[in-house]
Structure formats: structure tokens, C-alpha cells
């Protein structure tokens, strides 16, 4: 897979630092995986624009600097687990896997699921496991789960999730109706209940129970 030459590199880390992604580890594990894999077909040529773009499924792969300050947020360390609900392209599952010390990544897109599991392969990535599933009742077989990261809007933190964080866990979730600007919350889980943090405004596709048509 080959990678973009040294200057667009350079601009698309500088997009991300100027719009607020300062964490030295997401920064190093932005600039390991390239972008470019994980966009395909006549999007291929914007791939290091900070900008959201179609995928397969009616999915969107979110812009960068998204990624970067949801990453962020998640304050992931090298001895975590994480659950992401939503592969899409795989693209913020594969940077996890450079902080975390193992992702579950669950998708209702088998399609989805299946490419990217082909990516992750590729990088050599072998702290990924992806799979087919109603990502919205989490993952209860792995759980609990230090880092919880949602990448789809639920019009409040998901129950079932909030339940497989560990206590000391964080989560980080869009909130709001599907067709309007939602929130980006962080949720902490403490010994006295659930503190939430609102970040910034940002748009998702909703968080669907069920499989995809696909599956």
C-alpha cells in the first residue's frame, strides 16, 4: 500500500494540530496509518483532505481531525481495551490498535466488516478483531471494556454500553437527533455514577439496532 508523498503528509498533520489534535501519541499513530487504504474507488484522490467522505453501505468515513479529537477524548492508554461500535472503513480502528493494547471493533455491515478486516492484514494489525454485529448491545462476551468509542449518534449514551465500561472507563459517544448537529459527549464512569463532558458539535449517521441488509 503505498504512502502519500512527504509533503501532503506534512499538510494533512498540520490540518490536524491546527484544529485542536495536540496528543503527541494520537498525532504519532495518525502519521503511522495512512488514510489512503481506507478510502476507495473516486474518493481515493481526497484521502488527506480533512473532510468526511462516502464509503460502501451509505457510511461515511469521518474527516480526520474528527477522528484525532475523538481519539483524543478517549485518552487511551497502552494497557487498554477498547470497544468501537461502528467499523466503517476501519480507519479509526486501526489507529486504536497503535494506543490500545487490544480493540473489538463491531459493525451491522458484513461488508463493511469483511473489507476491512482485509486492511487491518494488511497493516499487520493483529490487536483488531472485527466483527458482524448489532453494535448497539455492545459486545457483552468481551466486556467490560476500559474505552468505549461510538461512531454513529444515539440519542443518549447507549445503556448496554454504559454498562460494559469499567468502572474508571470513559466513553465517547455523539448524542443527538440523526438529522440535526449533534454533541460530542465524554462519559466517565466513576465510583459515584457517570460524569459527562460535552466536547464539540459534530455529525454522525444514527446508531440503527439490527443488521444491516448486507449481513
Given amino acids: 500500500m503505498s504512502s502519500p508523498d512527504p509533503e501532503t503528509k506534512m499538510q494533512f498533520l498540520f490540518a490536524l494540530r491546527s484544529r485542536g489534535v495536540t496528543d503527541t501519541r494520537v498525532l504519532e499513530a495518525m502519521e503511522q496509518i495512512d488514510r489512503g487504504p481506507f478510502v476507495r474507488g473516486i474518493f481515493s484522490e481526497r484521502a488527506y483532505e480533512d473532510t468526511p467522505l462516502p464509503i460502501a453501505c451509505g457510511q461515511t468515513i469521518s474527516q480526520p481531525s474528527v477522528v484525532g479529537l475523538m481519539t483524543q477524548a478517549l485518552q487511551v492508554s497502552p494497557r487498554d481495551t477498547v470497544l468501537e461500535v461502528g467499523t466503517g472503513s476501519g480507519y479509526q480502528a486501526a489507529i486504536l490498535a497503535k494506543l490500545a493494547r487490544r480493540v473489538y471493533t463491531i459493525d451491522r455491515h458484513a461488508r463493511l466488516v469483511r473489507e476491512a478486516r482485509q486492511i487491518f492484514e494488511a497493516l499487520q494489525l493483529p490487536n483488531v478483531t472485527s466483527l458482524v454485529g448489532d453494535g448497539s448491545f455492545g459486545l457483552p462476551d468481551q466486556a467490560p471494556f476500559d474505552r468505549i468509542i461510538v461512531t454513529a449518534a444515539a440519542e ?21 437527533q440523526s438529522d440535526a448537529v449533534q454533541t460530542l459527549i465524554r462519559v466517565r464512569k466513576t465510583e459515584y455514577g457517570l460524569d459527562y463532558d ?3 458539535p459534530v455529525r454522525f449517521v444514527p446508531l440503527l439496532e439490527g443488521l444491516g441488509k448486507d449481513a
Fill in 156 to 176: 443518549d449514551p447507549p445503556g448496554p454500553l454504559l454498562a460494559q465500561l469499567k468502572p474508571g472507563g470513559i466513553m465517547v459517544v455523539p448524542v443527538g
Fill in 198 to 200: 460535552e466536547l464539540r
